[in-house]
């Protein structure tokens, strides 16, 4: 929705935006961009007499201001369906979609299209450091978004995807997730079985060609080219070291990505953002090239700071697959030095408990897990007792906060996981860590 909000700045209108505890990055985007942000959802909104309300899904019936609109007739309509009648409908949409990697692919795919000078219009779901920004509009003809299949509004419960119209789609993973509105996978199958339903016969598929879920959501019916990404599949990336690898297709090599993002799943997710953008043109060398320019997203593997020999990271991984790939590739990258997980299991799905039995083994890869347990309905304590004394439970985040610093000795790294602002943890933390070492 912030997105969306700059993007109706870009477009020539006036914008403000209220919610409830808004946090950086976004909060401080919205102000630069001169759209006012107000905390609540109070009626006396209602003064500002705007010709559109755009809902974002998060409202909910009894809200104060969201009552006076229905009750006053006033006119709405969900963020999607704004952006594809006003925005979309003459763009050439390259959209990712998949339960992990889609701000990243996102990311590198409007960045690929950037450095080979196509100057694409987006929607992402974070802020890719290449842009500073997590939206623009421009009139190029391309225009890239991040496909979330969370349902759109309280009164449209279908998936935001199916209002994005796209030509160019990247099928990236499918996992249970979203246990709020989701009952079960085949739930979110039928919803990815839509998304694909509308794909035109002129445009692409980019399927995972290693994801079961993905073969059996295309199996339901598929109208559109396909070309797969992956192991066995006609895309694949072949590691040269820990920083470089080959991009290969039909078995020719087309050429090698070197970079700073760590990982299989990154790797997985350059094949994907190089194959939409050869379908937009661009020829997969010169994708490459632009890869290697690449700065990765806000919030994914960022490094906040290094005090005393300790490196602190932010990351936005809050599912246990997305854990456990994180986890994986920053052990890659630092071999046996120690790391130290700090985990805010926030998420709505997580909340609610339908993954605590996968979290102990996302987290194997940590020498030492923090998990903030406040505001859980389940026993973290219980659901990691497997990981034995390397893992400890707080409820309150000061004293959260003390034992990481307690713990750590220089040559650490700190991976501070959660989808949310973790009440400002990492410079707590690093400010802790600075104390001490005064």
Known sequence: MGGIAAIARHAGHKV????????PPMSDQLVAQGIELIEGYGVEQLALKPELWVIGNVIARGMPLLEQILDRREPYVS?????????????????TAGTHGKTSVSSMLA??????GHEPGFLIGGVPQNFGTSARLTDSQFFVIEADEYDTAFFDKRSKFVHYRAKTAILNNIEFDHADIFRDIAAIEQQFHHFVRII???????????????????????????ERFGASSQWQAEMI???????????????????????????SNALAAIAAARHAGVVPAAACEALGRFANVKRRMELR???????????????PTAIAATLAGLRQKVGKARILA??????????????KNALSGSLAEADLIFCYNANLGWNAAEALAPLGARATCHDDLGALTSAVATA??????????????????????LARLNAVRQ
């Open 16 to 23: 403000t935006g209220c919610d409830s505890n808004v946090y």
């Open 305 to 319: 700071g290094t005090v005393g020999g300790v490196a602190v990271y932010d990351d936005f991984a809050h599912h």
């Open 79 to 95: 963020g999607p369906q704004w952006l594809a009648d006003n925005i979309l409908r003459d763009k050439w949409v390259l959209a």
């Open 241 to 267: 070291d820990p920083d470089s690898f080959r991009v290969i297709l039909e078995g020719q090599e087309q050429g090698r990505v070197r970079w700073e993002l760590l990982g299989e799943h990154n790797r």
């Open 342 to 355: 700090v985990l805010e299991p926030r998420s709505n799905t997580m909340k609610l408990g339908v993954m």
């Open 200 to 226: 035109p016969r002129s445009g692409l598929i980019l399927a995972n060609g290693a994801d079961p879920v993905i073969a059996r959501v295309l199996e339901k019916g598929c109208w559109t080219p396909i």
């Open 408 to 429: 750590t000795r220089p040559g650490d790294y700190v991976l501070i996981m959660s989808n949310g602002g973790f009440g400002g943890i990492h410079q707590k933390l």
């Open 111 to 116: 960045w690929i299209l950037q450095d080979t």
